[in-house]
Antibody, heavy 124, light 111 residues
Framework: EVQLVQSGAEVKKPGESLRISCKGS????????IGWVRQMPGKGLEWMGIIYPADSDTRYSPSFQGQVTMSADKSSSTAYLQWSSLKASDTAMYFC?????????????????WGQGTLVTVSS | QSALTQPRSVSGSPGQSVTISCTGTSSDVGGYDYVSWYQQHPGKAPKLMIYDVSKRPSGVPDRFSGSKSGNTASLTISGLQAEDEADYYC???????????FGGGTKLTVL
């Protein structure tokens, strides 16, 4: 069974750093792109970017470029999303998701397996 | 303001059909056949319902269908059931610089 398991909720202060994780299992972690999606409280989904764990090729949404860093560790089948200096406006639920692929193709903008989400709260 | 425009809410009675629209531009919805739709129940992760405009992943009921005309994509749910009550988001590939954009989401209420 394909699973993406994310790290637990975090409460941080403005200016602090943070790294959250997304561990994949049940499939070949290195050969599927992993995307990150933000959902602010009571709001919609926002695509942040995507990483290919095999070579850490990364693409960021212009809205998030320079604001976060995505990385991946092949040895532990884990993707990471990190901030160097959090702001109150980073308070949100963050989801990781695996890009949808069949035996014949992979599909842009489509994600078939999702983590349970990590709630990040930034407050002084 | 989201890149793709969806109605804030739609509603229908059990057994009826509803359609949710998703309007973008020629740079996203109109430019590529890479529109997907997600269902999200409160407190849960999104679930992929439609990909590549009109294809259904395995396990998604055929009551869910997708289409596109010009810069507007649509999700139609026929034979509404109580468990279809959820938020629905459209998503489109938007080229090599923006990559992917979501709609603002539509709350479906089953009356």
């Amino acid at each position: 069974e394909v699973q993406l398991v994310q790290s637990g909720a975090e409460v941080k202060k403005p200016g602090e750093s943070l790294r959250i994780s997304c561990k994949g299992s049940g499939y070949s972690f290195t050969t599927y792109w992993i995307g990150w999606v933000r959902q602010m409280p009571g709001k919609g989904l926002e695509w942040m970017g995507i990483i290919y764990p095999a070579d850490s090729d990364t693409r960021y949404s212009p809205s998030f470029q320079g604001q976060v860093t995505m990385s991946a560790d092949k040895s532990s089948s884990t993707a990471y999303l990190q901030w160097s200096s959090l702001k109150a406006s980073d308070t949100a639920m963050y989801f990781c998701a695996r890009r949808y692929c069949t035996s014949t193709s992979c599909y842009l903008g489509s994600y078939d397996s999702w983590g349970q989400g990590t709630l990040v709260t930034v407050s002084s | 303001q989201s890149a793709l425009t969806q109605p804030r809410s739609v509603s229908g009675s059990p057994g009826q059909s509803v359609t949710i629209s998703c309007t973008g531009t020629s740079s996203d919805v109109g430019g590529y056949d890479y529109v997907s739709w997600y269902q999200q129940h409160p407190g849960k992760a999104p679930k992929l319902m439609i990909y590549d405009v009109s294809k259904r992943p395995s396990g998604v009921p055929d009551r869910f269908s997708g289409s596109k005309s010009g810069n507007t994509a649509s999700l139609t749910i026929s034979g509404l059931q109580a468990e279809d009550e959820a938020d629905y988001y459209c998503c489109s590939y938007a080229g090599r610089y923006t990559f992917v954009v979501f709609g603002g989401g539509t709350k479906l209420t089953v009356l």
